[in-house]
């Protein structure tokens, strides 16, 4: 059996180059990372927190 040192990306499925590849068996940080769901929307993104409204901003100033 012929062992060539491409194997494809579990993400991708491109063909990498393990030799000196830190991000294998991915093809790049990107899919490692991707494939660890770092990158799903829970994780990724920030957690926004929008300011709820306090009270009513009425501009009281007793229009006649
Ligand atoms: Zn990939």
């Given amino acids: 059996m012929q062992i060539n ?4 990306c579990p ?7 393990w030799q000196g590849n830190s991000s294998r068996p991915f093809c790049s940080e990107r899919c490692r990372l991707e494939d660890l769901g770092a990158w799903s929307d829970e994780s990724y993104r920030v ?6 409204e306090e009270g ?3 501009t009281d100033e007793g229009v006649t």
């Fill in 11 to 17: 993400k991708c499925h491109k063909p990498v180059l």
């Fill in 56 to 58: 009513s901003s009425w």
């Fill in 47 to 52: 957690a926004e927190n929008p300011l709820e």
């Fill in 5 to 8: 040192n491409l194997n494809p």
